[in-house]
């Protein structure tokens, strides 16, 4: 369980190798033991990740997990459960094609759906019943602005990302009650590998700072995080934009 400061002892980062997943977990890590479960696919940087945080002390398990195969994730995920409780979950795992390719490729198109929200409701599902018959937990879920109000830049995306953050809101009533908390992110651009073939905007945030806000939001309580902070303004501004006018933005 947490301990006395609201922090938790065990870890477990789905999309193991998400940079902002992965500071959330630097940041819990604080020179003292930490059980962290690392859920992807081997790769060289999941070795990477794994030897980072080893040399900080952590105790670094790894899963094979594809979010992509949802049929495969309840036993996947089984023995992170079975080997002790897991205090809090990062749902971190995504895809951000670029909208042109996904609309020239249907495969593409399909797959950034399937991962991006039937991947994710399939392990919030998963991690549901999982937290609530230990009787407590903490699910962080890795949204984006980009599902307040998708745009002609980026609606494949943004499509996915809305209904990812529909099921997790949803996901946070259901548990009242439960000893299972959900804190949905709602993240502005971030400065990560996702984003690298994209041009930053001069308020993008970093997977630093992105993490400060979500272990903030988890100590407080709170069922939303905003990161950066300028990302609640914009997402306000977005919504509020005549349809005619939204359709004529260039990003």
């Known amino acids: 369980m947490m301990d006395a400061l609201g922090r938790p002892q065990s870890v477990l980062l789905l999309g193991g190798t998400s940079d902002i997943g992965l500071a959330v977990v630097a940041r819990y890590l604080d020179g003292r033991p930490l059980r962290v479960v690392l859920a992807a696919r081997d790769s060289p940087r999941l070795k990477e990740a794994v030897a980072q945080l080893s040399s900080r002390g952590a105790v670094v398990e790894t899963v094979e997990f594809d979010a992509a195969e949802p049929q495969t994730h309840a036993a996947a995920l089984a023995p992170c459960f079975a080997q002790g409780d897991i205090d809090l979950a990062i749902v971190a795992f995504g895809l951000l094609p670029d909208q042109r390719a996904a609309m020239a490729d249907q495969a593409t198109a399909v797959r950034t759906a399937s991962v991006n929200y039937t991947g994710a409701v399939s392990v919030g599902v998963v991690l549901a019943q999982a937290m609530t018959a230990q009787g407590h937990g903490v699910i962080i879920a890795l949204s984006s602005v980009a599902g307040e109000r998708p745009r002609p830049a980026n609606f494949v995306y943004g499509s996915a990302k809305a209904g990812m953050s529909a099921f997790y809101d949803g996901l946070a009533d259901s548990l009242i009650g439960t000893g299972v908390r959900v804190v ?49 303004v914009l997402a306000a501004v977005i919504r509020a934009l005549p349809r005619r006018v939204l359709r004529r933005l260039p990003f």
């Open 184 to 232: 949905v992110v709602r993240a502005g651009f971030v400065r990560s590998r996702m984003t690298a073939h994209l041009s930053a905007p001069p308020l993008a945030g970093t997977p630093e700072r992105a993490a400060a806000a979500i272990t903030e939001a988890v100590w407080r309580g709170r069922a939303v995080a905003w990161t950066p902070g300028s990302a609640r």
